[in-house]
T-cell receptor, first 115, second 115 residues
Framework: EAGVTQFPSHSVIEKGQTVTLRCDPI?????LYWYRRVMGKEIKFLLH????????ESGMPNNRFLAERTGGTYSTLKVQPAELEDSGVYFC?????????????FGPGTRLTVL | DQQVKQNSPSLSVQEGRISILNCDYT??????FLWYKKYPAEGPTFLIS?????DKNEDGRFTVFLNKSAKHLSLHIVPSQPGDSAVYFC??????????????FGKGTHLIIQP
């Protein structure tokens, strides 16, 4: 079974530009989560999809961030326009929609550097 | 306000001995707890979890203990092996009406296994 994949692995952009990150969850996983780790700090929750619906977007920093999950499969996270403080590693995770458990499986992350 | 705390940034243990990693939480709504292991440039890898109805869960060399009254959990690794050297994250979540919530992470403990 393929794991969670993320693209690109690295992205370097200038302040004011737009970047789109992509996540492909494990096949059959209805839950999809985005997280971010800013250097030296803890991994922080951004938002949660259940299939194609946004279940919880309380962690999104501001309206420069837009996440979509069309068709309930892969998801994209767009940052427009990017600011210096958006630099960090963006992780995607997925899990099954089943019962009382919350084992989330993480992708390798996308390292975003905003100059 | 950090809801999940790992107060030891690093821990050094001799190979073959027991490693004990600690985690405290403040949010009484958390009822599911997980430990993740992370190598540099990779995403977190799920290790073991425990729900609040249990006080112990064991999987091979890894055991997680939960003390709900103290809002404390710990991960025991025995015997410790060189490949266990990594950063270990404690994470917690609740379950809202929409299913499993996003995870709240601690800052991590860097475990170093010395030969």
């Amino acid at each position: 079974e393929a794991g969670v994949t993320q693209f690109p692995s690295h992205s370097v952009i200038e302040k004011g530009q737009t970047v789109t990150l992509r996540c492909d969850p494990i096949s059959g996983h209805d839950n999809l989560y985005w997280y971010r780790r800013v250097m030296g700090k803890e991994i922080k929750f951004l938002l949660h999809f259940v299939k194609e619906s946004k279940q919880d977007e309380s962690g999104m920093p501001n309206n420069r961030f837009l996440a979509e999950r069309t068709g309930g499969t892969y998801s994209t996270l767009k940052v427009q326009p990017a600011e210096l403080e958006d630099s960090g590693v963006y992780f995607c995770a997925s899990s099954r929609l089943a019962g009382y458990s919350n084992e989330q499986f993480f992708g390798p992350g996308t390292r975003l550097t905003v100059l | 306000d950090q809801q999940v705390k790992q107060n030891s940034p690093s821990l050094s243990v001799q190979e073959g001995r027991i490693s004990i990693l600690n985690c405290d939480y403040t949010n009484s709504m958390f009822d599911y707890f997980l430990w993740y292991k992370k190598y540099p440039a990779e995403g977190p890898t799920f290790l073991i979890s425990i729900s609040s109805i249990k006080d112990k869960n064991e999987d091979g060399r890894f055991t997680v203990f939960l003390n709900k009254s103290a809002k404390h959990l710990s991960l025991h690794i025995v015997p410790s092996q060189p490949g266990d050297s990594a950063v270990y994250f404690c994470a917690a979540s609740g379950f809202s009406g929409g299913g499993a919530d996003g995870l709240t992470f601690g800052k991590g403990t860097h475990l170093i296994i010395q030969p």
